[in-house]
Nanobody, 119 residues
């Protein structure tokens, strides 16, 4: 079994910064892709950013230039540095990982961490 444990959410004023972390543990052979999604009240879950094991990144247009995704492959950990936060960034942020278990790949989700940006 694989677990994703997130940390780093909280309350911040507009213009501030937060850093989210997500550590994966369990019977992991490799993690080809890790990422962050978010879900605001009354809205669908949406992609924020993804990163491959080789370091290729992809961002939602709404966060480009403000958020940076990175990962430490040795620690199976992904980070999301969020700068210039806006009230519109308020949401529950979920870590996601496509994990290769040796016999196949499965998608796992973290429990979510709340990010609240006050105006």
């Amino acid at each position: 079994q694989v677990q994703l444990v997130e940390s780093g959410g909280g309350l911040v004023q507009a213009g501030g910064s937060l850093r989210l972390s997500c550590a994966a543990s369990g019977n992991i052979v490799s993690i080809p892709t890790m990422g962050w999604f978010r879900q605001a009240p009354g809205k669908q879950r949406e992609l924020v950013a993804t990163i491959t094991a080789a370091g290729s990144t992809n961002y939602a247009d709404s966060v480009k230039g403000r958020f940076t995704i990175s990962r430490d492959n040795a620690k199976n950990t992904v980070y999301l540095q969020m700068n210039s936060l806006e009230p519109e960034d308020t949401a529950v942020y979920y870590c996601n990982a496509d994990v290769f278990l040796g016999v196949g790949t499965a998608k796992y989700w973290g429990q979510g961490t709340q990010v609240t940006v006050s105006s």
